[in-house]
């Protein structure tokens, strides 16, 4: 009979390898904190090709290493991971590679499922590492400032920085891995909500985030796919009138981008190492305009 562990950590990392080690560290000693022995961590390395794999096996044998050939993207990264967690964790713990976990963090969240058997999951709060708090998203529909005063119900829990009951990947599934940046967690969290799964952001749960350090090493394949991606939740979830609007507004989004750039590289005051950088941005933000123009279309990407 397999194994089953209190907690299973599942960390997706590319190209952060000095901030992987430090989020592997800080789990093993907020897992310490709060007397887990029973708890297993499972990294799964995007290709980074920086000594991230040869690095972790050498610091953390026991951590449990899968090395994809390629870069996976968070959503296929983190549905690798929990094909080895589950059904044998008790509750699962998704973080980020530049996250760094607080000491009592794990305690508070592992404490808030134990007592709450109706709380299908839990977030917490993250800052910079100057301590200042960043605004997170808490909801679907984010509409109005959170009150961490005290644990209030949310509706997204992203994939970032969360602890979630495996059942709760049992009713929901995994996640799509149509998306290949971004909007995955979007799509898991409308799918819960239509479960009418229950979600609590927990204020004691804190964790330093170095914010986008992974995805800045693969800007240009990420910005290819954000518009799509966007497109295609809309498609998976509303109406065709609905996905009408949202085509408008990523087209604009995506003209104002391309706008502000040309801006920024006729400035007299743009450096000519981020002229380089701009052109780049533009090439890609080009490509992903003509994507949108063969989607009205075709209405197909």
């Not at 996976?72 to 983190?78: C, H, M, T």
């Not at 808490?138 to 992203?158: C, E, H, M, Q």
């Not at 985030?209 to 966007?230: D, M, P, R, T, V």
């Not at 609007?245 to 990523?250: K, N, P, S, V």
Request: with cysteine; proline share 3%.
């Amino acid at each position: 009979m397999p194994k089953i562990y209190d907690l299973s950590i599942l960390i997706v990392t590319y190209k952060t390898r000095e901030l992987v080690l430090k989020c592997i560290q800080s789990s093993i000693e907020s897992c310490q904190k709060a007397g887990l022995t029973n708890y297993q961590i499972i990294v799964v390395d995007n290709a980074s090709n920086d000594g991230t794999v040869e690095e972790i096996t050498q610091r953390y044998p026991m951590v449990k290493l899968i090395a994809s050939a390629d870069n996976l993207g968070p959503a296929r990264g983190y549905n690798k991971a929990l094909r080895v967690a589950l059904p044998q964790s008790k509750y699962v713990m998704l973080l980020n590679s530049d996250i760094v976990l607080w000491e009592d963090t794990v305690t508070h969240m592992y404490s808030c499922l134990e007592t709450h058997e109706d709380v299908s999951g839990v977030c917490g709060q993250l800052f910079f590492p100057n301590g200042q708090r960043q605004r997170i998203r808490t909801n679907i529909l984010d509409i109005k400032r959170a009150d961490y005063s005290k644990p209030f119900r949310v509706t997204f829990v992203g994939t970032g920085f969360n602890m979630i009951r495996w059942q709760a990947y049992e009713q929901v599934g995994l996640y799509d891995e149509n998306y290949y940046f971004y909007n995955e967690d979007l799509d898991w969290a409308e799918r819960a909500r239509r479960l009418k799964l229950k979600f609590i952001l927990v204020p004691e749960a804190k964790v330093y985030h170095h914010l986008s350090q992974g995805s800045k090493q693969n800007y240009s394949a990420i910005i290819k796919e954000l518009y799509k991606s966007n497109l295609y939740f809309f498609k998976k979830f509303y109406n065709p009138i609905i996905v009408s609007i949202a085509y408008g507004a990523i087209r604009l989004e995506n003209w104002l981008a391309i706008r502000k750039l040309i801006k920024e590289a006729k400035d007299s005051n743009t450096t000519e190492e981020r002229k380089i950088e701009i052109a780049k941005s533009l090439d890609v933000l080009n490509e992903a305009k003509q994507e949108l123009i063969r989607y009205r279309k075709t209405g197909v990407f």
